[in-house]
């Protein structure tokens, strides 16, 4: 990828990111990921593996 760029957001128990990803042929490519816990606030220390490895599936599927 020639470039990403990345906005996130968290409130309560609402994490989301959006990805805005280059290739090295000019096409880009968006990929938005939201999850909740209407149970518990999310740490805003919060990263999450699972949401990340989503995002990195969901662009190498656009990159084929």
Request: no cysteine.
């Amino acid at each position: 990828w020639q470039s990403v760029w990345f906005k996130g957001g968290l409130d309560g128990g609402v994490l989301a990111g959006a990805y805005l990803a280059t290739n090295r042929s000019g096409r880009t490519y968006v990929v938005i990921v939201l999850t909740e816990n209407p149970s518990a606030p999310i740490p805003k220390t919060t990263t999450s593996p699972i949401l990340i490895s989503a995002v990195k599936g969901a662009l190498a599927l656009a990159a084929r």
